[in-house]
C-alpha cells in the first residue's frame, strides 16, 4: 500500500479485516509518524468536509469510529449560494467539518490496531515489475536518501491526486495514466480564526457549510466557508486554470488563486480581525494549496499487480470535488476485492476486476454524467447561474443531489409554450440542462453495463468515449 490518506489506511484496514488478519500488509507514506497523511509539503489541504453517511460507513462496515476531536464540528447540511446571493440551495445532511491533522493520526492507530505494519519515511519512486505484472516497489527513505525495495504480491496505489506510479505504471494495462490538465482545479484555503464583525448567515453560519458559486470570483469553481467552531473557519476557494486565464483576459486583471482567496476573506462581512488558527492541533495546516480531479474516476482501477484507490484514481465528484467519500466507499470494496482475491490465489487484471466492477456500477456510475454536468456549468455566466438555480432547481433535484445522484432537471420537462416565452432570453441554459438529463440516462445505463471481465473493456471503452465525445463538443 503506497500512501496514508484516507484511502490507503482504510483500504489497508478493510484488506485485513475480510482476510482475518491473515495477510502481510504494508502501508508506507512518506511523512513522518507526527505527520503522518500530510499531502503536501505544506499541509493536509483539503475543505474538510465530509457526510456523516461517510463516517457511518466506515464505522459499520470495518468497525472503526471516529469522534472529536478529529471530526471537529459538526454541521446540519450545505448552503450553495447563487452568485447574486438571492437563492440559497440547502442539500440538507449531518456532517462533520475534520480536523484532517487529527484525523490521520486515528486511521494510523487504527491501521496497526488490525495488524498493518506502517513504515514511514519511505516516498514511492516506481514499481518493480516481474513477468508483466506488478510485484512491489522503490523507494526512497527520506530519512538517509537510501533505496528500499519491498516486495508485493499487489501494489495499491493510494498516494493522491500526483501519482507517479501510476503515470509510469510501466505494464500493459487499460488504465489511464495521465489526466487532461482542464480536468483538475487549483485550490488554495485558509483555517482561519475571526472576531464576528456582524451576523449574516448568507457569509457564515456555524451549523452548516457554504458555498458561494460566483465565476468571477472562483472562474471554474467555487469558494466556500465552513465553520469549524464560532469562531474558526477553513475557508477557500478552487478555480480550473483555463477559466481564471479567461476571466483574467476578459476583465483586463491579472488575479492569482492566492488574490482570490484573500478578496473573498475580505469579502466577508462577519469575519473580522481574521488571523490564522493557533493551536497545535492546525499548526502546519492553517495556509495551503493543491489541487484536485473533477473527471470521473479512472474509466480502469486494476492491472496485474496493481490498483488504484481515492485521489489517485480521481474520484472525487466532479462537481464539488469532494473526494472522502468515494475514496472510503472505494476503500472497502478495494480491500474486500484484494483479501479474495489473494486469497484465490490470481492477482492479475482479471483478478482483481471485481473492485472495477463494483465500483462503477454502484457508486461510480454517476460520476461520468456529473463530469458532463461540470463542463457545462463551468461554461454558464454569473447570471445564468443564478437564473438557473432560481427557476429551474427544483426540490427533487435537491434531493437528488444529496444523495449524490444525478438530477432530473424535472422543472425543465414540464415547460410549456406559455413558458418558454418567459424563459425566452435563458433558453440556452434550460437546453444545457436538458441535454445534461439525457446524457445521464445513457450514461448511466452503458455503466450498469460496465464489463465483466478485461476482456470486454475495449468494446465498451469505445461507446464510453462516443458518448463523452458528442458532450465535449457540444460542451468545449
Ligand atoms: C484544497 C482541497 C480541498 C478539498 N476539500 C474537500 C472536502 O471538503 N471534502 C472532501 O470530501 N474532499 C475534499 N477534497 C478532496 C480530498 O481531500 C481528497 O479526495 C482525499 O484526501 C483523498 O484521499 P487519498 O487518500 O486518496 O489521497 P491523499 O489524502 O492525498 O493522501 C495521499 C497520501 O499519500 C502520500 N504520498 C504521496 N505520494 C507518495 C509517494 N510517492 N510515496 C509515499 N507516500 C506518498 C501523501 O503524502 C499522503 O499522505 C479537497 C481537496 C483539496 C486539495
Known amino acids: 500500500m503506497v500512501g496514508g490518506g484516507p484511502a490507503g489506511c482504510h483500504t489497508a484496514i478493510a484488506a485485513a479485516k475480510y482476510s482475518n488478519q491473515n495477510l502481510n500488509i504494508l502501508l508506507m507514506d512518506r511523512n513522518s509518524r507526527s505527520e503522518f497523511g500530510k499531502k503536501t509539503i505544506t499541509g493536509w489541504s483539503c475543505g474538510d468536509a465530509v457526510s456523516k453517511g461517510s463516517v457511518d460507513y466506515i464505522r459499520e462496515n470495518l468497525g472503526v469510529s471516529y469522534q472529536y476531536p478529529e471530526l471537529e464540528h459538526y454541521v446540519k447540511g450545505v448552503v450553495a449560494y447563487s452568485p447574486d446571493h438571492q437563492t440559497p440551495v440547502l442539500f440538507e445532511g449531518d456532517g462533520y467539518v475534520l480536523n484532517r491533522k487529527l484525523w490521520p493520526q486515528k486511521q494510523l ?86 472576531d464576528h464583525g456582524g451576523e449574516d448567515r448568507t457569509f457564515f453560519d456555524p451549523d452548516v457549510c457554504i458555498i458561494h458559486l460566483d465565476q468571477y470570483l472562483a472562474p471554474g469553481g467555487y469558494a466556500w466557508t465552513f465553520p469549524k467552531g464560532k469562531n474558526k473557519v477553513n475557508i477557500g476557494l478552487g478555480v480550473q486554470k483555463k477559466s481564471l486565464d479567461r476571466r483574467n483576459t476578459r476583465f483586463g486583471e491579472d488575479d492569482s488563486l492566492k488574490s482570490l482567496v484573500d478578496t473573498y476573506v475580505r ?16 499548526r502546519g495546516n492553517e495556509d495551503n494549496a493543491w489541487q484536485c480531479s473533477v473527471r470521473r474516476p479512472n474509466d480502469c482501477l486494476v492491472a ?13 465528484r466532479p462537481i464539488d ?35 472495477n466492477l463494483d465500483y462503477m456500477r454502484g457508486y461510480g456510475s454517476q460520476m461520468a454524467s456529473f ?32 444523495k449524490r445522484e444525478h438530477p432530473q432537471f424535472s422543472k425543465i420537462k414540464l415547460l410549456n409554450p406559455f413558458m418558454l416565452l418567459r424563459i425566452a432570453t435563458h433558453w440556452g441554459v434550460a437546453n444545457g440542462l436538458r441535454y445534461t438529463v439525457k446524457k445521464h440516462e445513457a450514461l448511466q445505463e452503458l455503466y450498469n453495463q460496465y464489463p465483466e471481465s478485461p476482456y470486454e473493456f475495449l468494446g465498451w471503452h469505445k461507446q464510453l468515449t462516443r458518448e463523452l465525445n458528442e458532450a465535449y463538443v457540444r460542451f468545449p
Not at 488490525?114 to 513477468?131: H, I, P, T, W, Y
Not at 501519482?163 to 505504471?169: G, I, P
Not at 469579502?267 to 492546525?282: H, W
Request: proline content about 2%; hydrophobic content about 45%; glycine content about 8%.
Open 109 to 194: 492507530e487504527a491501521c496497526e490496531k488490525f495488524g498493518v505494519q506502517v513504515k514511514f519515511q519511505l516516498a514511492a519512486r516506481n514499481l518493480v515489475v516481474e513477468d508483466g505484472s506488478v510485484a512491489g516497489v522503490e523507494a526512497i527513505n527520506q530519512a538517509d536518501h537510501s533505496i528500499v525495495r519491498e516486495t508485493a504480491r499487489v501494489v495499491i496505489d493510494a498516494s493522491g491526486c500526483a501519482s507517479v506510479l501510476r503515470v509510469t505504471l510501466p505494464i500493459r494495462s487499460h488504465i489511464q495514466r495521465e489526466i487532461d490538465r482542464d480536468d483538475l482545479v487549483a485550490i488554495r484555503r485558509y483555517i482561519l480564526e475571526f
Open 267 to 282: 469579502s466577508n462581512t462577519v469575519i473580522e480581525n481574521a488571523r490564522l488558527a493557533k493551536g497545535t492541533e492546525d
Open 304 to 316: 496485474n499487480g496493481y490498483a488504484i484507490v481515492g485521489d489517485a484514481a480521481w474520484m472525487p
Open 321 to 355: 470535488a469532494g473526494g472522502i467519500g468515494p475514496s472510503l466507499y472505494a476503500s472497502v470494496i478495494l480491500g474486500r476485492v484484494v483479501a479474495e482475491a489473494v486469497g484465490a490465489g490470481d492477482v492479475s487484471e482479471r483478478g482483481l476486476w471485481r473492485y
Open 371 to 402: 463530469e458532463v454536468l461540470r463542463r457545462f456549468l463551468q461554461n454558464l455566466s454569473n447570471d445564468e447561474i443564478s437564473y438557473g438555480m432560481r427557476h429551474f432547481l427544483s426540490y427533487e433535484d435537491v434531493e437528488k443531489i444529496t
